[in-house]
Structure formats: structure tokens, C-alpha cells
């Protein structure tokens, strides 16, 4: 948790949120990393992101009918930024990624739906921000309908998640900075 602990929220939402995660860290433990922990647990995400062509790598999930980052339940991994690199290789078939920065890159809570059995919960999303130059090797698994390399002006155009498009400004920030 320290790399939370560490992180500068960029938005009053992500300051809410980091004080949330931490609570919920200090009253859980380990046990806030397991989706056992049924009304709220941590999950991790990476944004993926091609440098050269100014894109952004989104899924369309599944089951929740949404174009989304690639990530997952961290089934009791506290090392976050390994589980977004385990989901991003496991739902996008890349595995030489290269981390943009060894702290975070965004935060987010948000509300998964009810569905076969396992109630309404909320994911506690830690996000890691990575590079790929790669891009014509993306593949999907069965988590997803479809993907997408996405120029960052028309990500609107699939998406109005406000979280995403706080990724994108962000994304927008260290494009305009190499």
C-alpha cells in the first residue's frame, strides 16, 4: 500500500477515492485484496497507450457492456501493478510492457452490478499506465467482445466513463510531455 499512500491525486474525486482505499485497507488488511470480500475489494487496470500513434488500447467487456481498460481481481495479490501487468498480458496477449512510471497513474471507485449470485459491490481500482509499440499483436480472450486502438480525441466517441476520460487528459499530459 505504499505505493498508494505515495500517490498524488490529480482531482478532488481521486482524493475521496484514495481516502476511501485507505480505510478500507486499514479495516481489511490482506483480506481487502480478495474478492471474497464481498461489498468492496481492490482490482487493478492498465492503461495501455501506443506513444507513436497516440492511441489508447479499450476492451469491450463483456459483461458489463462497456469499453474499458483491460484489468481484474487481485485474488489476494497485494502487488498491484503485478496484477494489472498479469491482466493486461491475459485479455490483450502483451507482455513486453513498458511501465510509464513506477507510481500510479489513476485511481478509481465504481459500482459492478449484480450478476449470477455475487451481489453489488464496488471495485477499488488501482491503475497503472504503460507503454506498447506493439500494437498489431493485441488479441483478446473470452472477458471481451472486441477491442480497439483508440486516438485519445475519439475516445468519446465509445465512451463518456468519466474515469476513462480522466485517464485520457492524463494520457493527453505525458504524450505533450516527451
Wanted: some cysteine; hydrophobic content about 35%.
Amino acid at each position: 500500500m505504499e505505493l498508494l499512500n505515495q500517490y498524488l491525486p490529480k482531482t478532488e474525486v481521486e482524493k475521496k477515492y484514495k481516502l476511501k482505499m485507505q480505510k478500507l485497507y486499514q479495516s481489511k488488511g490482506s483480506k481487502a485484496f480478495l474478492r471474497d470480500n464481498l461489498d468492496r475489494h481492490f482490482t487493478a487496470s492498465a492503461w495501455i497507450i501506443n506513444p507513436i500513434s497516440q492511441q489508447v488500447l479499450l476492451l469491450h467487456h463483456k459483461k458489463l457492456n462497456k469499453w474499458l481498460q483491460a484489468g481484474g481481481h487481485a485474488d489476494g495479490d497485494e502487488n498491484l501493478e503485478k496484477v494489472a501487468r498479469k491482466e493486461a498480458s491475459e485479455e490483450t496477449g502483451h507482455n513486453n510492457l513498458q511501465q510509464i512510471s513506477e507510481s500510479i497513474f489513476d485511481i478509481d471507485i465504481h459500482t459492478i452490478p449484480e450478476r449470477k449470485g455475487i451481489p453489488q459491490h464496488e471495485h477499488y481500482d488501482v491503475r497503472f499506465a504503460y507503454f506498447c509499440h506493439e500494437i498489431e499483436e493485441t488479441s483478446i480472450n473470452s472477458e471481451s467482445n472486441d477491442f480497439q486502438w483508440v486516438e485519445l480525441d475519439r475516445i468519446k466517441d465509445l465512451t463518456n466513463e468519466p474515469s476513462i476520460l480522466r485517464m485520457v487528459s492524463k494520457t493527453k499530459d505525458i504524450i505533450n510531455g516527451i
